[in-house]
């Protein structure tokens, strides 16, 4: 079993400690390849450094809507120039946050857009973070329009999904459908298009119902995808093999 962790900060403090023993522990647990998006334009050089580490770890660049005070605008031009220079696989982590107090709604969505300029600029796609903003984010994608890539940890409903899929726009599912709780999003990862489809952990944030309280990490990833495999009532071989396909497709990551 080969999967691919489309959404993990593998460059946190967090594994800062024990990073070499996180990931092999990941890759004992058949996680072979995982998607490391940024935060802000201070954490890029490290980030940087921990994918040159391990070969296996994909960057993308981008300013996260939650990092708000941290961010510039000629951090933008900054970026513009790690993605000539780096070659990411995506640009991100980008994208809206109206459940946060205090974050400027307008400047929010000035960082996204400019983004989203980049990435269609480029041909990458974007990792996109929508909470309580999927309306929103669905509406900038339309204006920028000739976008692809993921809105991670999604937690919309069906019609925002069906939206995204019509627009290029995958879905990344990580530890919150693990909790038997999550009514809607366990029907929405049931019966959604299996090319829509992407495993991630959000690392070390989100960890399923079997790690509540601890910090997670990428080798808990079969977890999810054995709960999304009951759910759609397939084996999970085949659940892996159709998500890796579909993260190979997005972010074009090597055979």
């Known amino acids: 079993m080969r999967l691919v962790d489309s959404h993990s900060h593998f460059d946190a403090a967090e594994f800062d400690a024990d990073r070499a023993a996180a990931h092999a522990r990941a890759l004992a647990a058949g996680v072979a ?10 954490g890029w050089p490290k980030l940087k450094q921990v994918c040159s580490e391990f070969h296996d770890l994909h ?22 120039a790690w993605i000539e220079r780096e070659r990411p696989v995506a640009v991100g982590e980008c994208g809206l946050d109206f ?3 205090g974050l400027d709604a307008d400047a929010q969505q000035r960082y996204f857009e400019e983004q989203l300029k980049l990435a269609r600029e480029f041909d990458l796609p974007v990792v996109v973070h929508a909470r309580r903003a999927v309306d929103a984010v669905i509406a900038a994608i339309r204006r920028i329009g000739t ?9 919309g409903s069906a019609e925002q999904a069906a939206q995204l899929h019509k627009l290029g726009f995958l879905l990344g599912i990580g530890g919150p459908v693990t909790y038997e709780r999550a009514n809607r999003l366990r029907g929405i990862v049931a019966a959604m298009p299996l090319e829509q489809l992407l495993l991630e952990t959000d690392a070390p944030d989100q960890p399923g119902a079997a790690h509540r309280g601890e910090r997670n990490e990428p080798a808990f ?8 495999a009951g759910l759609r009532g397939i084996d999970p071989d085949d659940l892996a093999a159709a998500t890796t396909a579909n993260a190979e497709r997005l972010f074009r990551l090597p055979l």
């Open 221 to 228: 990833l079969p977890e999810v995808l054995g709960v999304i």
């Open 33 to 42: 390849r995982q998607v490391v998006p940024a935060v802000d334009a201070a």
């Open 99 to 101: 459940f946060v107090e």
């Open 147 to 155: 976008l692809r890539g993921v809105v991670h940890s999604f937690s």
């Open 59 to 80: 960057p993308a660049y981008g300013l996260h809507p939650m990092y708000l005070e941290s961010h510039r605008p000629e951090h933008l031009r900054e970026l513009r």
